[in-house]
């Protein structure tokens, strides 16, 4: 039996597969492709805490596949998030991207954009490098269609200045956009792996659980430490996302502070007041909308973790999924 | 054996193919989804030639495949050239495709960039619906891999400005961006399918041919109808594209002319004045610029088919050889 591998060796695992898997600079033809060579592998070298792909490779290692064929679809779905977020922050008009300057601010939208293209082929290229059963790559094409379809909800709302939403519109599209991949997608591709047909009840498990991960970081944009953070912190009220944060505010907002809060939210971005955003951070904490937030997320989790235990520790190899277990239940007290 | 199918037959039966794999506006479950759905039909719908997809069918059948195993494969190569397009637009800033403004003119860039990389997921799930071999797959990350490239060499030397390039610069760039998908991929493609291994010179050959229609194409950018062409004539002057067509009038310019194009390639398209647009585009046609890069086209094309001609007698169904070669010479005499 494979020995238990600490979080960090399976993190430098997977970072490793996932770097060897992009073209390196100093073997370039010309200085025009060393660029480009250098801007697929920004995003990977700027670290990233690898949740999902560890996620994936403990609940693989507990329904007994091993840790080499586990690492190149751990580390494909690393890939995945990566040129997705180069993407999403040409969407959203992003700054920054963990503690640095967002790619397309380095190289500009028409480069970055290409490069994010690249790094997707070649996260098909590990997979099908490495021989995974058809039952992977069915599982990443949905996790990418489902991702996309979550983006598109949240930047027409965007875009349409729609504020009369729901939770559970919020819900669905934080569903499609983030849960989805974030820890439905690891869990089935862990058992998948493993030659094993993923229990129906991982997938109501892990949109809890994506979700709650969602929500948590919702948060850590309004009041995260900006320097575990990485992003930008109020972020997500420049770019006008509609947070689940938000939501509750407006919803509970007299007339008149939440006219003043739509007022500034249908503006463009270069044209929002600073002290208005100000304003509406301060109230989105003092009016305990984040409090809210904070305790939907917790409840979440809670729910998401309650239906995975079970099955965890009736998986084939118990100790494994115990750390799957542990691994989730950071989630809760995450600050990045 | 498959009876000769027309190439009208063989458009359709692709772009059925294609359509049955991508989403239904009408299924969806709310409404920002079913715009969703329309923005993934959108450049699909618009038709186009197919060229691509039909050399691959009819490669493919030439070497023993079934028409039914072609289909998802060149259906596939369409959808990845509808992605590609739909980003290229975004990344050249283009206002046109098939006759109708660029999906990010109609949608935005957020929406627009977004639906490509749907598509792009799309490309795959076809491939891995279908149960191709991995060497197919493989193929298809070659071919995303070096379109990327070609793609970053272009938008490099226009972003730097870049007008010290050499034919051989201009050469390399066209092999990767437009030569390698549009003929080396299809008619590897089609021997792969086959179960076959593609001969070496299919890689030769279908440089030149691909390189050839490249040309034919930066011509017609020029020169073509615009009713036919389907994009804005002489929009690559707008865009500042390095053409053969450009570079060669460069070259044998007298100084004040060439210093005169270099101004205004230089500047952002918005800047462009249109009189000097205008100036450029009838230069480079009545310095026989246009002329000499249409000889050099033809001559590719020819090299590319006689190399070609030979192998495509061997293969196993003559009949469907010749009509590769009928499909290929079609593209020096194309209108569009």
Redo the contacts between chains.
Sequence with gaps: MTALPSAAEVRQAIQGCLLSALPRPETAS?P??A??ARMLRDYPERGGKMLRGALLVYTGLAYGAALEQLLPVAAALELFQNW?LI?DD???GSDERRGKPALHRIY????A???G??L???Q??LL??A?VP?GV??E??RL??RT??G???E???M?GQRLDLTEADYLEMVGLKAAYYTAVAPLRLGVLVAGGEPPQAFEEAGMKLGTGFQIVDDVLNLKGDPAKYGKEIGGDLWEGKRTLVLLHFLRNAGPEERQRAERLLCLPRPQKPAAEVAWLHHRLISSGALAYAERVAEGFLEEGLGRLRPLLQEAPRRAFGARVVELLEGLVRREA
């Design positions: 010309r025009e492709l660029q480009f997705a993407h040409i969407e959203d500009g939208v028409p480069l954009l290409n490069a293209d690249a997707h082929a070649l098909w290229g099908v490098q021989g058809q790559l069915l990443f094409v990418v269609e996309a379809q983006q598109h909800l930047i027409a709302w875009e």
